[in-house]
């Protein structure tokens, strides 16, 4: 729905303001034998996730790869407490996961905007509730300074490119100081410029709004450049359902260089564990980053 980009959409930095917002905590994440299985048409059950076990420290940045259907969506959920799994169990700084869990803010693909609300307006809707007016207002106001909007507070969705209205739904994401922000996808409709721009602004984010993160992504370069950790779903046993089969740690600080043969070389490896011909460039083959789907 929304590729479009403008030469307005140049990266915002943080800024001073900014970091003055209410602090939010990062939480740890923990996962523990986590399975989903799903009702099957044929009235059998269809296991989709089976024995995740995941660790996620207090502000930390886990990436999330893995073939199209794999259920990485699904286990973003399951976190969110929009779905439940059909085993083990997910907590939160040491307490379960209830349902809508209100420590978690999620972020998609699109970014699920009221057409008829303003982006101020929009960006409000993620307040806690109960927030005084006056300080939803104030709040509203730096999270938009954050994710460099704030001359376009009056906008409606419509009158904004694609990648604004993606830094919008990241402030809504934000607005509500989440421990834990889940996103999927959540800059795979936008352009390959605005995209890095969008990277770029997430890192920035997370070091003036510190939360935990676990970012689902189609593309290898993404996780490479965000996360701390990129854990990657999967399965080749044969058996239903996925489950964990690499961790990668990720070296340097950010922000890395795109460049760097340590990243080349890890690069490699995830592209391995996907089943991706690392080689097919030199073929001239293009060396996507485009993850097959799953055998389902
Ligand atoms: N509510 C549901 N009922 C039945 N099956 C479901 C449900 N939700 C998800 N599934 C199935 O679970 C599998 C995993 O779906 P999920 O959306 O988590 O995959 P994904 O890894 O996010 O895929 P993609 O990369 O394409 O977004 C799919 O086969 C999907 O059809
Ligand atoms: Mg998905």
Not at 13 to 24: F, H, L, N
Not at 100 to 114: I, S
Request: glycine share 10%.
């Amino acid at each position: 729905m929304t590729s479009a980009t403008t030469a307005t959409a140049e990266r915002p930095v943080a800024t001073a303001a900014a970091s003055e917002s209410p602090a939010s905590t990062a939480a740890p994440v923990s996962l523990r034998r986590v399975g989903r299985a799903f009702a099957a048409p044929d009235g059998g059950t269809r296991e989709v996730l089976r024995d995740i076990d995941l660790e996620v420290g207090a502000g930390e940045i886990v990436a999330i790869l893995g073939p199209s259907g794999c259920g990485k969506s699904t286990l973003l959920r399951i976190i969110a407490g929009l779905d439940h799994p059909t085993a083990g169990h997910v907590a939160i700084d040491g307490s379960a996961v209830r349902a809508y869990d209100v420590r978690c803010a999620v972020g998609f693909q699109e970014p699920r905007l009221l057409p008829w609300r303003s982006i101020e307006r929009n960006v409000a809707l993620g307040l806690p509730r109960g927030t005084a007016r006056r300080d939803g207002r104030d709040h509203v106001a730096r999270l938009l300074e954050l994710v460099g909007l704030a001359d376009f507070a009056g906008h409606r969705p419509h009158e904004v490119s694609g990648g604004m209205a993606q830094r919008a739904s990241l402030a809504r994401a934000l607005a509500r100081n989440p421990e834990v922000l889940l996103l999927d996808e959540p800059f795979g409709a936008l352009d390959a410029l605005t995209r890095l721009k969008m990277q770029d602004l997430l890192l920035d984010v997370h070091a003036a709004e510190p939360t935990t993160v676990l970012l689902v992504t189609h593309d290898v370069d993404e996780a490479l450049q965000l996360a701390d950790r990129i854990v990657l779903l999967g399965s080749d046993d044969g058996r239903p359902g996925a489950d964990i089969r690499q961790t990668v740690v990720v070296p340097g600080h950010r922000p890395r260089d795109r460049g760097s043969a340590e990243l080349a070389e890890l690069r490699g490896r995830l592209l391995d564990g996907l089943g991706i011909d690392r080689h097919g460039a030199a073929r001239g083959i293009p060396a996507t980053t485009t993850i097959p789907h799953y055998p389902y």
